[in-house]
């Protein structure tokens, strides 16, 4: 069967967080993924899409691409956010710990500790003006 390789652009609004959604789980169930890797995947896609839709453009309009490729060998999703907005990494924030105060930068921290919890690989580049945030989950 080989990698298999889709993908979806929307608005970098909160309103198509569903889309992205639907897209992924559509594309993960056919893939054979278990409703416990799927869920796992959607929670850490919401908050990655919610990130982008909230700060990314800063309140001006623009889209983010959702790429999600099947591979083989071993089995893995590997889902990539891309956007075009303001260069930020999540990945260069320290993850929350129990000895900081507990103030909103805290909480925003807790996102981004999550999916790296849940899933098994993530990466993050700043490249040709693009943000690039890629997770990958074995299956």
């Known amino acids: ?15 198509k967080l569903d889309e992205v959604i639907g897209f992924l789980e559509e594309n993960l169930e056919s893939a054979g993924a278990s409703i416990k890797t799927i869920t796992q995947i ?16 800063e309140g001006k309009e623009g889209t983010a691409r959702v790429v999600l ?49 849940a899933m098994d690989e993530v990466a993050y580049e700043y490249k040709d003006g693009k943000n690039i945030f890629t997770m990958k989950k074995n299956l």
Do not use: C, Q, W
């Open 69 to 117: 490729k099947i591979e083989e060998e071993p089995r893995a999703a590997v889902i990539s956010f891309i956007d075009s907005g303001t260069p930020f990494d999540p990945l260069s924030h320290t993850d929350p710990g129990s000895d900081r105060a507990f103030d909103e930068e805290a909480v925003g921290g807790f996102g981004i500790l999550m999916v790296k919890k």
């Open 42 to 57: 959607n929670v850490s896609a919401e908050e990655m899409f919610v990130n982008i839709a909230s700060y990314a453009y």
């Open 1 to 15: 069967m080989g990698n298999v390789s889709k993908e979806i652009e929307v608005a970098a609004k909160v309103d």
